[in-house]
């Protein structure tokens, strides 16, 4: 089934330590995004792509990286500059980056601090 | 900038029974694009139902249909005849037509539907 698929489901950091979410999509979406939930926050965007080799930060990106070396896959990286990277992470995709193509999301990373 | 706001932190419901979250934003634009997302206690984001700002029909999926209300920016969501699996978070989404990128999120509303 095509879909979204983020890894690892749970993670766990440790000071001055890097880590990185893997999201892969088998949608052929040309757009993909990432997402920082926090309890009563809803959703903010920390980066977009709308294509490969290309992306741009969100309103949250201080702390984090990405690439998006191919189509199918946008891994965000979470750096020690994030002093409060405890939350849970939503990857996103859309046929485009067109604002009348609905965004669809994978299952989400727990990330929290040792 | 685009805020969209959720006024309503939790609700509850009895199964079988209809229930209208409320969704208001804040825009000078005249084009772009409304969502209530629903989250499950499995994290995952499934999109319910999507509304453009230049149709006027209030649009429908099954049991999930909408108020909208553009002159005075609502975009409410009502479910009928709620089932035990509609418990779940919902987030109200708004998406302007220029801005190509950015999903602006509410804060979400508990909905609790009890047997």
């Known amino acids: 089934d095509g879909g979204i698929t983020q890894s690892p489901k749970y993670l766990f950091r440790k000071e001055g330590q890097n880590v990185t979410l893997s999201c892969e999509q088998n949608?052929?979406?040309?757009?993909m995004y990432w997402y920082r939930q926090d309890p009563g926050q809803g959703l903010r965007l920390i980066y977009y792509s709308q294509i490969v080799n290309d992306f741009q930060k969100g309103d949250i990106a201080e702390g984090y990286s990405v690439s998006r070396e191919k189509k199918e896959s946008f891994p965000l990286t979470v750096t020690s500059a994030q002093k409060n990277p405890t939350a849970f992470y939503l990857c996103?995709?859309?046929?485009?980056?067109?604002?009348?193509?609905?965004?669809?999301f994978g299952d989400g990373t727990r990330l929290s601090i040792l | 900038a685009q805020t969209v706001t959720q006024s309503q932190p939790e609700m509850s419901v009895q199964e079988a029974e209809t229930v209208t979250l409320s969704c208001t934003y804040d825009t000078s634009e005249s084009n772009y694009y409304l969502f209530w997302y629903k989250q499950p206690p499995s994290r995952q984001m499934i999109l319910v139902i999507r509304q453009e700002a230049y149709k006027q029909q209030n649009a429908t999926e099954n049991r999930f249909s909408v108020n909208f209300q553009k002159a005075a920016k609502s975009f409410s969501l009502k479910i009928s005849d709620s089932q035990l699996g509609d418990t779940a978070m919902y987030f109200c989404a708004f998406i302007s037509g220029g801005s190509n990128y950015k999903l602006t999120f509410g804060k979400g509303t508990l909905l609790t539907v009890n047997p």
């Open positions: 996103a995709s859309s046929q485009d980056h067109s604002s009348n193509q609905p965004q669809h």
């Open positions: 949608l052929n979406h040309d757009a």
